[in-house]
């Protein structure tokens, strides 16, 4: 069970998160040279096609949950890329020398501006995209207009605050492998058996702060459920930390350090697969981030907890208990679902622990997206619009007439919690592993 005391005083702590960031004072004309190298480097051919096929008709407005609940027209995704779109026309163009005479240089004004356009209002949840009939990948313009602002100077002080904490000390919220070891020797005070640091293991698998601090229960589950297939399994303290402030913030060098911290590991223990636990970024950050940025295919199969529980289900090898006649609707993480195809999974995994599944509508794919992911939970002046945001899937969900909603995103879970602790929402906020793990059958 989640004490609700402790979510408070984590929700206390991010109220002063900003206070800990290292500010940089940088001129004007230096921040937009940075922001413009960085939207000049990741201008490809696909991104170059993107940019010219925009016909402005609006679908994508439709699709975005920030829109949808403010009706305000700088929350449209495609006008999130303007900037982006500026840059390409007056530098890279076909057409750039008539441009440069219509289209003006662009300013740090404006950079400072479209902080809260990619970041307080968009998760990069990717919905504008699936609903796109041109195809633009917003959500990838989204996070390069992230990068260029990171290196601007300009992402979110509570962004910038906690990836400078993983960059420089190596934790996260204060976690780091001492903290994972006395959690780890609390789940053995229990009796279970939890090896760390094995230095031969085909599976490793990964935590995050969230559930170290908050969804210990999802810890505890997690091991249960690994125990209970006989793997040969490890935590490891050098590699641990599934979360990536430098995806989310857009400080390409982080992303790129956390990332590898993990692959190094899982390559030093010969591992298989590597097991990414309740946290919808982690996946698309290791799974494919991670091989961009190693540069060649990893050697090893990255599966997110919920789609390996349901891929053990379906092979008869993880036995569930019947649970009964429960009304569970499951939400589908944007990252994991609309992203990675982590659909059918989960479902297996409440079909096998015979629940009725009521799902809303829209679901998979084109699921509405919760308001918080890509680290908007974290960013203060988002409160807003995230609530607005939430009340659109707290009104998906109610219209499901379900007891309870089940997911397997931590980012997700925070901020179900959060708009339940500030509207008095009744429905029951359940966790897909700890569902799993608290009724595996002997």
């Known amino acids: 069970m989640i004490d609700y005391n402790v979510f408070r005083e984590f929700g206390t702590a991010i109220s002063h998160l900003g206070e800990m960031a290292q500010k940089t004072d940088i001129p004007d004309a230096e921040r937009v040279r940075l922001a413009k190298t960085v939207m000049l480097s990741k201008i490809d051919r696909q991104m170059a096609v993107d940019l010219e096929s925009c016909v402005k008709c609006g679908y994508c407005s439709e699709a975005c949950h920030f829109f949808v609940q403010t009706n305000e027209a700088k929350y449209v995704p495609t006008r999130k890329l303007d900037l982006l779109r500026r840059v390409y026309g007056r530098e890279v163009s076909p057409l ?21 356009l990619v ?18 990948n917003i959500a990838r313009g989204v996070n390069v207009m992230r990068e260029s602002l990171a290196a601007a100077g300009l992402a979110p002080d509570e962004l910038t605050a906690v990836a400078q904490e993983q960059q420089q000390r190596g934790t996260v919220f204060g976690v780091g492998p001492k ?18 640091d094995e230095p031969r ?5 990964l935590t995050t702060v969230i559930d170290i601090l908050l969804f210990q229960d999802a810890l505890l589950a997690t091991v249960k459920i690994m125990d209970h297939l006989g793997l040969n399994w490890t935590f490891r303290t050098g590699g641990f930390e599934a979360a990536n402030f430098g995806l989310l913030s857009g400080v390409e060098d982080l992303q790129r350090q956390a990332s590898r911290k993990i692959i190094d590991e899982a390559i030093a223990i010969g591992a298989k ?9 982690a996946y698309p950050a290791l799974r494919w981030e991670g091989a961009a940025m190693l540069g060649k295919p990893l050697p090893f199969e990255v599966l997110a907890i919920s789609e390996f529980v349901g891929r053990e289900i379906k092979a008869g090898r993880l036995k569930v208990k019947d649970i009964g006649t429960r009304k569970l609707t499951y939400h ?24 009725e599944i009521r799902e809303s509508d ?17 960013i ?18 109610d219209a499901t007439n379900a007891e309870a909603v089940v997911m397997s995103c931590g980012s997700c879970r925070l901020n179900f919690m959060n708009g339940q602790v500030n509207t008095g929402w009744p429905v029951k906020i359940e966790s897909l592993v700890e569902l799993v793990g608290n009724n595996l059958r002997n």
């Not at 993480?333 to 989960?346: I, M």
Request: with cysteine; proline share 4%.
């Open 119 to 136: 970041y307080d209002s968009c998760t990069e949840c990717g919905r504008c995209s699936m609903a796109c009939p041109m195809g633009i």
């Open 273 to 281: 697969t590597v097991i990414v636990p309740e946290c919808g970024h």
């Open 380 to 397: 203060n002046r988002a409160a807003g619009l995230r609530q607005k945001a939430f009340e659109l899937k707290q009104a998906q969900i």
């Open 96 to 116: 750039r020398f008539v441009r440069r005479i219509f289209e003006s240089e662009i300013t740090a004004d404006e950079l400072r501006q479209w902080q809260e």
């Open 362 to 378: 829209p679901n998979a794919e084109m699921n509405w997206c919760c308001g918080g992911g890509a680290g908007v939970f974290l």
């Open 201 to 205: 293991a085909e599976v490793l698998v």
């Open 332 to 355: 589908d993480a944007c990252k994991l679902g609309r992203h990675g195809g982590v659909l059918e999974e989960p479902r297996a995994a409440l079909r096998a622990l015979g629940v």
């Open 179 to 196: 903290e994972l070891e006395a959690a780890i020797a609390k789940l053995r005070e229990s009796g279970l058996t939890v090896p760390l």
